[in-house]
């Protein structure tokens, strides 16, 4: 069965500190995609990046990047110089049997105070 | 602006009352859409995929007679919360798949707004 855990509850940081949210997955799909969506305060849930079993190339997106190493089944996500705009609950996500829907982690709220 | 459009954003209304949420996709065609809850300061549950012209498909555990929903056309979804109690209360959030129906897990997804329900 399909499973992510995110390990991290909370986490508070200082604006303009780096932070790195962990995401573990479990399947026996071969091929699978991973996700990362943010939820800001507004309920809203925000896209952020979409990675397939085959490219463990990292990513970086301005102050975000990602690291995916199959090893170890883990795919987090680093916010570096944090803003208090960066605020919200992270999910990690998984799609899960058949590729029909998506499996998600219990979240990280992250608060980076000013 | 906005991919997906879900109304209302907020209800509160009394036990035994009958809740319908909608959720349009704005740009384009949508032969998928997925209905979410999400429990206070918990993780998003899939509860079933809906699918144009065609049964929903409901996660187990999810009851089909008590959420009804309906796909009718290609841009709209509803959600129907039938004789909602207390413990219906919750955020219901859907999403529509991009860059095509195949597979619509794999795609990255546009969610809606949510809708949070509490239920009297």
């Known amino acids: 069965a399909q499973k992510v855990t995110q390990a991290q509850t909370e986490i508070s940081v200082v604006e303009k500190e780096d932070v790195t949210l962990d995401c573990v997955y479990e399947?026996?799909?071969?091929?699978?995609?991973l996700f990362w969506y943010k939820q800001p305060p507004s309920g809203e849930l925000v896209f952020l990046i979409r990675?397939?079993?085959?490219?463990?190339q990292n990513e970086i997106s301005g102050r975000y990047s990602w690291n995916f190493q199959k090893s170890t089944s883990s795919f987090n996500f680093t916010i570096t110089a944090s803003q208090v705009v960066d605020s919200a609950v992270y999910f990690c996500?998984?799609?899960?049997?058949?590729?029909?829907?998506?499996?998600f982690g219990a979240g990280t709220i992250l608060r980076v105070k000013s | 602006g906005a991919v997906v459009s879900q109304h209302p954003s907020r209800v509160i209304c009394k036990s035994g009352t009958s809740v319908k949420i909608e959720c349009r996709s704005l740009?384009?065609?949508?032969?998928?859409m997925f209905w979410y809850r999400q429990f206070p300061k918990q993780s998003l549950m899939l509860m079933a995929t809906?699918?144009?012209?065609?049964?929903?498909?409901?996660e187990q555990g999810v009851e089909k007679d008590k959420f009804l929903i309906n796909h009718a056309s290609l841009t709209l979804s509803t959600l129907t919360v039938t004789s909602a109690h207390p413990e219906d209360s919750s955020f219901y959030i859907c999403?529509?798949?991009?860059?095509?129906?195949?597979?619509?897990?794999?795609?990255?997804?546009?969610f809606g707004d949510g809708t949070r329900l509490s239920i009297l």
């Open positions: 999403s529509v798949p991009l860059g095509g129906q195949t597979n619509p897990g794999n795609q990255p997804q546009h």
């Open positions: 996500a998984l799609n899960g049997p058949g590729g029909n829907k998506l499996v």
């Open positions: 740009d384009f065609q949508a032969t998928t």
């Open positions: 399947t026996r799909d071969t091929t699978y995609y």
């Open positions: 990675r397939n079993s085959f490219d463990e």
């Open positions: 809906s699918n144009e012209g065609s049964k929903a498909t409901y």
